[in-house]
């Protein structure tokens, strides 16, 4: 239980700095490619949108439905 709190702040400070670093990327991205900035977020609500059509069009499942019984439509 010693070596607990010294591994949590280090994977916290790890975080923080990854974080960092990713969120820099992405604004100089932003600000030297703001054309590929646009088309990325905007692929990005493409798969948003595409993921919830397919969620509100999938079959729902029963739980506790045993296999081979028909799913309701």
């Not at 702040?9 to 990854?18: E, K, L, P, R, Y």
């Not at 604004?27 to 646009?38: C, E």
């Not at 977020?41 to 969620?55: E, T, V």
Request: hydrophobic share 60%; charged share 10%.
């Amino acid at each position: 239980m010693q070596g607990v709190p010294p591994f949590i702040a280090g994977f916290v400070m790890g975080d923080i700095v990854w974080l960092t670093l990713a969120v820099m990327g992405l604004a100089a991205l932003a600000r030297k490619a703001a054309l590929a900035f646009t088309i990325i977020k905007f692929l990005g609500a493409a798969y948003l949108i595409y993921m919830a059509y397919q969620l509100w069009n999938a079959t729902p499942i029963l739980e506790g439905t045993p296999p081979g019984v028909p799913r309701v439509h």
